[in-house]
T-cell receptor, first 112, second 116 residues
Framework: RKEVEQDPGPFNVPEGATVAFNCTYSNSASQSFFWYRQDCRKEPKLLMSVYSSGNEDGRFTAQLNRASQYISLLIRDSKLSDSATYLCVVKIAKAAGNKLTFGGGTRVLVKP | GAGVSQSPSNKVTEKGKDVELRCDPISGHTALYWYRQSLGQGLEFLIYFQGNSAPDKSGLPSDRFSAERTGGSVSTLTIQRTQQEDSAVYLC??????????????FGSGTQLSVL
């Protein structure tokens, strides 16, 4: 089983609609969680951190469910510019430092 | 510069040749990661440096791969006797390190390696 798993998609989303997808992780010692965004042929960039109580950043909402070991990302009022691959990242702190493991990504296509 | 810099941006080599990929992290970042991404795939962890600690090499796919980080700054990833399956984008990222509970990674634009 992979440490971090995501539905690869693509999620085809009408412009203005809401889309949500999850990411599951296998290691219960995972401490911090993030969502990164990667545009085609570009490097990943941090979208948002995921906090235990859930957090919003504009149209984006992230949730963490430790009991079931998954995080989620919800995008409201989707824009064409939201089309990208969304990467889930899980951090485990080790004695020598942090290990950040990426999921395979969920591709989102927003269409007019 | 303000960001993570990688060079070369593109590298075409023949099977069996050695290649060196360079990463110049953000000044002051103690953590440096190398990842590999094949077309349409996710990021595959290769190696992680944190300050002066021994690197986490658990992701290196074979002994043909090695990496160094000199002076806690610039890192070089070396692939010996390249194979066609080594073709991928090699991404470097730097971060604020384990002391930051909310560590964020900043990626370079990557090196596209093509092994013919």
């Amino acid at each position: 089983r992979k440490e971090v798993e995501q539905d690869p998609g693509p999620f085809n989303v009408p412009e203005g609609a809401t889309v949500a997808f999850n990411c599951t992780y296998s290691n219960s010692a995972s401490q911090s969680f993030f969502w990164y965004r990667q545009d085609c042929r570009k490097e990943p960039k941090l979208l948002m951190s995921v906090y235990s109580s859930g957090n919003e950043d504009g149209r984006f909402t992230a949730q963490l469910n430790r009991a079931s070991q998954y995080i989620s990302l919800l995008i409201r009022d989707s824009k064409l510019s939201d089309s990208a691959t969304y990467l889930c990242v899980v951090k485990i702190a080790k004695a020598a430092g942090n290990k950040l493991t990426f999921g395979g990504g969920t591709r989102v296509l927003v269409k007019p | 510069g303000a960001g993570v810099s990688q060079s070369p941006s593109n590298k075409v080599t023949e099977k069996g040749k050695d290649v060196e990929l360079r990463c110049d992290p953000i000044s002051g970042h103690t953590a440096l990661y190398w990842y590999r991404q094949s077309l349409g795939q996710g990021l595959e962890f290769l190696i992680y440096f944190q300050g002066n600690s021994a690197p986490d090499k658990s992701g290196l796919p074979s002994d043909r791969f090695s990496a160094e980080r000199t002076g806690g700054s610039v890192s070089t990833l070396t692939i010996q006797r390249t194979q066609q399956e080594d073709s991928a984008v090699y991404l470097c990222a730097s971060g604020t390190g384990w002391g930051d509970s909310n560590e964020k990674l900043f990626f370079g634009s990557g090196t596209q390696l093509s092994v013919l």
